[in-house]
């Protein structure tokens, strides 16, 4: 294309432009596919250039890249991009001269996070492939392509199967129990499937597999045996017929293992160990210590429920089934702590919460946040956008809320992400380093006329544990953009801020800080506080030990599972559960073949880091519990030190390296088993 040319698709396109924040009021979707495909023509043409000119120095390598990487963070995951992110990994020039950097005499005068740069850069070509002969190389690539393939079609068949189950109901008794919403969420699946004249309240009703519905008919439904024909239909999804998942659970293991093979590791798990900061033993160690101590817990869970059933004259109590106990649990649940989240929303007023969060921001972290609405072209009315500030009053951060749910054109859920990163490298005045942006993105309920948006609980959690991913991205103190904020660290650390923050909204001057009835300004009952407190740990035993089971099965299968060997899947699967589950499994149970976090998802040999990222974040907020959560020096000292080591060091330093330099010891899981109520209390005395 000639350079004029060139220049009226820049002009004509608001993503091609160089801009401080994004025009997001100019982007149309008509700018989007023209846009990315020029885009990345020109990174294709730039990467060429740097494998052309790369010389092992900061300024010819670290440099051009660093640009390279950041313009493609600005573009959106498309297939494309996935083609050009893998080039990148396994370019040779690139990668040769990071190990120059590496063996020169220069390597130990660079900082820390140059050298976890230069480390990180390394270990990702190497996964890659890139250090492969070439035959090799291209087994490697065959069974990367096959990998993703059978992925793919992993979550097919899972979603096929669970689309082909419908149950249809046409007399009310057989629901009874379950809420209004659920009804509804029937009917509304009986029209979509021709029963123009389905209603909530006279039916007919359309039972599925997908999560609301089959959640609710496991909560709520009193009908037994609609519990269990759901249930059994639920755990053997995609393990027969057209859908059957078996096979390809098997190839997906015997690729996986080749790969770790090809590249010089002895299972994959350690494959997937060498860019977490866990290791394989060490997920293993904490993966055990948490069964042991919630054991006991489960089996008492199981005789609460079974007394409880009793007394409310269940014929099953003695003999409770899978289908009975999150029914059971639910109905204990109520006539313990009887919270009705619908009921607590007028408590919760989105502007209150976001200023007690503010709040507690600036007396943890000295920072302020205040709007700056205007400064920043947004992409809906209902965005605001903040600055952030530090003690001395210098901007030190941006970012963008978007709290509603506009279900047209939003998907479901919550999240934090970056719209750019700190850096020297791209500075915009040549002096002081580009601050970092953020954007946090809700799906709330929408005010209507003057009532501001009413949250549930639930929410509120949600909004503190986004903020906090926030947090690590914008008070990042590192300049070097390849490291900077969330970018760099290690998966099975990223969520320690995120969750810690959480641990707030338990915190009761802080809830009460913000839990004022909307209309009456009057607070949150107490009585609702300590139920709020105490249905955290309701059943925590049961819980952990579910998490657990996934954690464990997944581990077992990366490490000492033979594919094509004397013990199927579904043996290791009744081995695991042997020790994590108190309730052994049915025979025909096949959930291994709707396991897609593992099998379709990006959770291979890493579902342990839900839990190691629970007893990070726990243990990091035990450090304020020892200050004394009431005294305002000391937890100002401890949110001061939490800043400068979590928040601000990024991914340019080791995560356990950074963990220590906070806590002044390696991690432990006891903060997580006293929140959970886990830890035996010692006898005062």
């Not at 809320?401 to 934090?416: I, L």
């Not at 819980?543 to 996934?550: A, G, H, N, P, V």
């Not at 464990?552 to 599972?561: A, F, G, N, P």
Request: hydrophobic share 40%.
């Amino acid at each position: 294309m000639a350079a004029s040319a060139l220049d009226d698709v820049v002009e004509a396109n608001p993503l091609l432009l160089d801009f401080e924040f994004p025009p997001f009021d100019a982007v149309e979707p008509k700018h989007v596919r023209p846009g990315i495909r020029t885009l990345l023509n020109k990174l294709e043409r730039d990467l060429e250039e740097l494998e052309r000119t790369v010389e092992p120095s900061w300024p010819k390598l670290v440099e051009p890249l660093e640009k390279i990487v950041d313009r493609l963070s600005v573009v959106w995951g498309i297939a494309e991009k996935v083609k050009f992110q893998l080039r990148l990994g396994q370019s040779k020039p690139i990668y040769n001269a990071f190990k120059a950097i590496r063996d020169s005499s220069h390597w130990q005068t660079l900082s820390d996070a140059r050298k976890r740069i230069v480390e990180n850069q390394i270990k990702e070509a190497v996964l890659n492939g890139v250090s492969l002969e070439d035959d090799k190389r291209e087994q490697f690539n065959k069974i990367e392509q096959e990998l993703e393939r059978l992925s793919q079609k992993f979550g097919e068949n899972v979603l096929d199967a669970t689309k082909k189950f419908e149950k249809l109901i046409t007399d009310k008794k057989e629901i009874e129990g379950l809420p209004a919403t659920a009804l509804g969420l029937a009917a509304q699946s009986a029209v979509s499937k021709g029963h123009e004249n389905a209603t909530a309240d006279n039916g007919p009703w359309i039972i599925t597999l997908d999560a609301p519905s089959f959640i609710a008919v496991m909560q709520h439904a009193r009908n037994r045996s609609l519990r269990e024909e759901v249930y059994r239909a639920y755990i053997s999804r995609a393990s027969s017929g057209d859908l059957d998942n078996t096979e390809i659970i098997e190839q997906i293991l015997k690729l996986r293992l080749e790969k770790a093979k090809l590249l010089g590791y002895n299972n994959y798990a350690e494959v997937s160990m060498a860019t977490k900061m866990a290791t394989v033993d060490k997920a293993g160690e904490l993966l055990e210590k948490l069964r042991k101590a919630s054991w006991d817990a489960a089996i008492q869970d199981m005789e609460d429920l079974k007394k409880f059933s009793k007394s409310q004259g269940a014929l099953e109590a003695e003999n409770l089934a899978h289908w009975d106990i999150n029914f059971w649990s639910e109905r204990l649940r109520e006539s313990k702590y009887d919270i009705n989240e619908e009921e607590l929303r007028p408590f919760f007023s989105l502007p209150k919460v976001m200023d007690g969060l503010f709040n507690l921001a600036k007396n943890l972290f000295g920072i302020d946040i205040e709007p700056a609405d205007g400064l920043a072209p947004v992409w809906n009315n209902d965005v605001k956008f903040f600055r952030v500030k530090d003690s001395s009053g210098s901007p030190i951060a941006y970012f963008y809320f978007d709290p509603y749910s506009r279900p047209s054109e939003k998907r479901q859920g919550a999240w934090m992400d970056e719209v750019v990163a700190r850096s020297r490298v791209l500075s915009r005045d040549g002096t002081s380093s580009r601050l970092p942006v953020a954007h946090m993105v809700c799906n709330q309920t929408p005010p209507v006329g003057s009532k501001p948006s009413l949250m549930t609980f639930r929410e509120v959690e949600t909004v503190f544990h986004e903020f906090g991913h926030a947090l690590q991205h914008m008070l990042t103190k590192e300049d070097e953009g390849l490291v900077a904020g969330i970018r760099g660290i290690e998966w099975d650390a990223v969520e320690l801020p995120s969750q810690f923050m959480e641990n707030w909204c338990y915190h009761r001057e802080t809830l009460m800080g913000i839990a004022k009835h909307f209309e009456t300004g009057e607070s949150l009952p107490e009585e609702v506080y300590l139920k709020l407190v105490a249905a955290r740990t309701f059943r925590a035993g049961s819980l952990s030990l579910r998490q657990l089971k996934f954690a464990s099965l997944d581990l077992e299968l990366h490490t000492k599972y033979v594919p094509g060997g004397p013990e199927s899947i579904y043996d290791v699967d009744r081995r695991v559960s042997e020790k994590t589950q108190v309730i052994p499994p049915l025979l025909e149970d096949r959930f291994l073949c709707s396991f897609s976090h593992i099998f379709a998802g990006g959770y291979a040999a890493g579902y342990y880091s839900y839990k190691w990222a629970e007893v990070l974040s726990a243990d990091a907020f035990s450090a304020f519990e020892d200050a004394g959560l009431d005294n305002d020096k000391a937890v100002k000292e401890t949110g001061h030190k939490f800043r400068e080591t979590i928040l601000a060091l990024g991914g340019g330093k080791a995560p356990l390296d950074v963990f220590v330099q906070f806590r002044g010891r390696e991690p432990t899981p006891d903060a997580l088993l006293r929140h959970n109520g886990l830890l035996p209390v010692a006898a005062s005395g």
